[in-house]
């Protein structure tokens, strides 16, 4: 199932940043932006399921003293982001499942005070699974910022869910906001709160929006009890 996705964005990934939907990827990213704020000179962010890396290149260009690490399961993702990044010294961009045990450890270890995940989230087969080796990425008291779409709100995204779950029959689940919100808690984060909400008939081109930003902090108590 993950080769069906990786095949798909992989078939995409050069028409990604000029498609026409390429704008309403990148409003979600100036979202998040403002939610992370400015981050102190040489902070540490790891963005997955970075797709292009258009989150990290913006981020970079008003913070060049970042240190950012974007992956994703698509290796033509990854190529178009190393390419597109080069600019700049700081990003990295590594192909990798976020889903494969070990996935942590792979990405030089923890200490990430920032971990961002956009439009990912709703293909992980294990949700919270995924949402605790962010936990894991992050040192204590790092900081989740995580946007999906939700599907509460939005009948257009309930109905493609039921079409992925029963038709379709492939892993893609849209989440309610205060599901994801919940996924997040059992997976061992603090301090989690629905930050912000877009619920939108039109939106940046795209008609019927309904997304949410999760954001939540790695407690320093329940930092390295697994490390899955
Ligand atoms: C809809 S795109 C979003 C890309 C980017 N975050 C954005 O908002 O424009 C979803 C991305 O998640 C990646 N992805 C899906 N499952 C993944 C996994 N298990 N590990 C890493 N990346 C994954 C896909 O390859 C794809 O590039």
Redesign the pocket.
Same mark, same amino acid.
């Given at each position: 199932m993950?080769g069906s996705? @990786?095949a798909? !964005?992989d078939s995409v990934?050069e028409d990604?940043d000029s498609h026409k939907r390429a704008g309403w990827?990148?409003a979600? /990213?100036e979202l998040v932006l403002g939610l992370a704020g400015e981050l102190p000179a040489g902070a540490r962010v790891l $963005?997955? /399921?970075? /797709?292009?890396g258009?989150?990290l290149r913006r981020m970079a260009t008003d913070q060049p003293a970042i240190e950012a690490l974007g992956? $994703?399961? +698509?290796a033509r993702?990854v190529a178009v982001a190393r390419a597109t990044g080069a600019a700049h010294p700081g990003l990295r961009f590594e192909q990798? $499942?976020? @889903? +494969?045990p070990g996935?942590p450890a792979r990405v030089e270890g923890t200490g990430f005070d920032l971990v961002t995940?956009?439009?990912?989230a709703h293909? !992980?087969a294990d949700p919270v699974g995924?949402f605790r080796r962010m936990r894991h990425a992050l040192r204590p008291g790092g900081r989740l910022l995580l946007?999906d779409r939700a599907r509460d709100g939005a009948p257009a995204t309930a109905l493609l869910g039921l079409l992925h779950r029963h038709l379709l029959r492939d892993r893609v689940r849209f989440h309610a906001a205060g599901d994801l919100a919940r996924m997040v808690r059992e997976a061992g984060f603090a301090e989690v709160r629905i930050a912000a909400r877009v619920r939108r008939w039109a939106w940046k081109g795209k008609l019927v929006t309904s997304l949410a930003v999760i954001q939540a902090q790695a407690s320093p108590h329940t930092f390295r009890e697994d490390h899955s």
């Open positions: 993950a996705i @990786e798909y !964005f990934a990604y990827y990148q979600h /990213g $963005d997955i /399921g970075c /797709g292009t258009h989150l992956v $994703d399961l +698509s993702m990798m $499942d976020w @889903e +494969s996935a995940c956009l439009n990912c293909y !992980f995924a946007l």
